[in-house]
Nanobody, 121 residues
Framework: QVQLDESGGGLVQPGGSLRLSCTTS????????MGWYRKVPGKQRELVAV???????KYGDSVKGRFTISRDIAKNTAYLQMDSLKPEDTAVYYC???????????????WGQGTQVTVSS
């Protein structure tokens, strides 16, 4: 069981920045991918950013050019730097980890507890 500990959410004005952190209970090398999704009540969960085990990254269209995902392997931590925040970025952000068993090819997903990000003046 992978434990995920998120931090860094809060209230920020439009145009401001926040950085989310997600620390895991085991090595990032054990994961096929690690990233963030966000959820707004009444809407579907949305991919924000993900970093693949080899280091490649993928971003949701609405955050491209504004958000940056990175990782510190030594700290078992991934970061989401969010710049030029907009009110529509307001959501609960969830850290996500995907692990695919190399023997059975069965995927397992793990989720953080979620952290609220509110962008408002």
């Amino acid at each position: 069981q992978v434990q995920l500990d998120e931090s860094g959410g809060g209230l920020v004005q439009p145009g401001g920045s926040l950085r989310l952190s997600c620390t895991t209970s085991q090595s990032i090398f054990d994961f096929n991918s690690m990233g963030w999704y966000r959820k707004v009540p009444g809407k579907q969960r949305e991919l924000v950013a993900v970093i693949i085990s080899g280091g490649a990254t993928k971003y949701g269209d609405s955050v491209k050019g504004r958000f940056t995902i990175s990782r510190d392997i030594a700290k078992n931590t991934a970061y989401l730097q969010m710049d030029s925040l907009k009110p529509e970025d307001t959501a609960v952000y969830y850290c996500n980890v995907l692990v695919v068993d190399t023997r059975t090819v069965v995927p397992s997903e793990y989720w953080g507890q979620g952290t609220q990000v509110t962008v408002s003046s």
